[in-house]
Structures are given as C-alpha cells and as structure tokens.
C-alpha cells in the first residue's frame, strides 16, 4: 500500500492560498490608483469593519483590498481542518485532538478577539 504524502497537499493549499491572496492583493492596488478613490477605501482599516460592512457579499472596489486579507486569515485555518483529517484518517487520535484544539483557539481569535 502507497503512503500518500500529505505534506505535499499541505503545501499545496498555502501556496494558493498566498498566491490567489498576491493576485487580489495586485488587483485591488491597481483598481484603486485607476480609480482615485484611495481615500475611501482605506478608511476602514480594521478587518472587523470589513466583516460588517459586508463588502465581499457587494463585491465593491473596497472588496479587492480586505478580500486578500480575508484569503490570507483562511489558509492557515484550511492548513489546520486539513491536517484534522490526515490525521484521523492515519487514525492518530491523539493529534486529532491536539489539532482540534488548535482550530478551536484560531477560531476564538478570529472571531471573537
């Protein structure tokens, strides 16, 4: 039986996740110099404010800027549920466990600190 390398498809999701967060990133910093509303958009510089205005569900100009941060806070977060699977499926309760933890505290600081 093949043991598959999972240290492969973790790598895999932090690079897209880093480059797809790159792209956004160019694109939002060049869709805000054409347009000339660079003001506007950096007026809400905390993440929460971006989670409550609720650009992404509008998709504005604004939306380009704080997506790539939004990418950037869900890669590790999909590293994390990723490696909860691995390791149930390699049947190693032990850092099932330990990785749960792990998503539950990066939960808390997402969302509630």
Known sequence: MKKIDY???I???????????????????????SHNRISHIYKYTSIYSFFYINYIQHFTLTSFVFLPILILILTPLSRVIFSIFMFKQEKNTKFVYITSLVLIIL??????L
């Open 7 to 9: 240290n492969k498809y």
């Open 11 to 33: 790598s895999y999701i932090l690079r897209i996740g880093v480059s797809l967060s790159f792209i956004l990133a160019l694109i939002g910093i060049i869709f805000s110099f």
């Open 107 to 112: 939960l808390i600081s997402i969302f509630i």
